[in-house]
């Protein structure tokens, strides 16, 4: 009963255990799978080349058991996930079997393309000590400041509760989604090529390290 007292207060409507609070609307929440490159979407060390790009489907299918991963060699997995533009992540569900395969932790990392196990050492931005949730009800929320401007996502689940292999059905991805705001790039390149001789010049420099 105590345990449930950590909703921070911003709007309430979107605090744990409310997986029955107007699904529709949810449903839209998690709706950042849309704008995965999901071509570009890799999962290192899945027994079956291409299965981790399963996992990311649509909330209404997100019980589904016919589409999953599975590690190979050992319990951890590594997704790296590119978005076709710039988003702000606030929080994740990730689901599995009600068993020792489903993921234990989690711990997520941002704009490093490419990224291997060797890179996993590093510290993540944000780590999760994850509960078996087989009917995706639980949503991990993320600390939104170090996740608002995401190009490239990683998810490293470095194991599971004991079991050989790890298994995930769904991974949910909830936030908001922006274009590649090039926009910007414009607006900056365009005051820093403004007229060489006006003396404003080096108050505009800085601006431009700033944005890239």
Not at 36 to 49: F, V
Not at 88 to 114: C, F, T, V, W
Not at 148 to 162: A, D, E, K, Q, T
Request: glycine residues 8%; contains cysteine.
């Amino acid at each position: 009963m105590s345990g449930h007292g950590h909703g921070h207060g911003h709007g309430g409507g979107h605090g744990c255990c409310e997986a029955e609070h107007e699904p529709a609307e949810r449903g839209l929440e998690y709706g950042l799978y849309r704008h995965i490159d999901i071509e570009k979407l890799q999962c290192l060390n899945e027994s079956r080349d291409g299965d981790g790009k399963l996992v990311f489907k649509p909330w209404d299918q997100r019980t589904d058991r016919e589409k999953f991963v599975e590690s190979d060699a050992d319990e951890e997995l590594l997704f790296n996930i590119p978005f076709t533009g710039s988003v702000k992540l606030k929080g994740i569900i990730i689901s599995g079997e009600d068993d020792e395969s489903h993921p234990a932790e989690m711990r997520l990392y941002k704009n490093i393309p490419q990224m291997s196990f060797d890179d996993t050492s590093r510290e993540p931005e944000q780590a999760f000590r994850l509960n078996r949730d087989a009917l995706a009800e639980l949503e991990y929320p993320t600390k939104i400041a170090r996740f608002s401007n995401v190009n490239h996502l990683s998810i490293h689940i470095p194991r599971n509760f004991g079991a050989d292999s790890t298994r995930v059905y769904y991974i949910g991805l909830r936030g908001q989604y922006a274009e590649a705001h090039r926009h910007e790039v414009t607006i900056c390149n365009y005051e820093a090529a403004a007229n060489p001789a006006d003396h404003k010049v080096e108050t505009i420099t800085p601006q431009t390290h700033f944005i890239s």
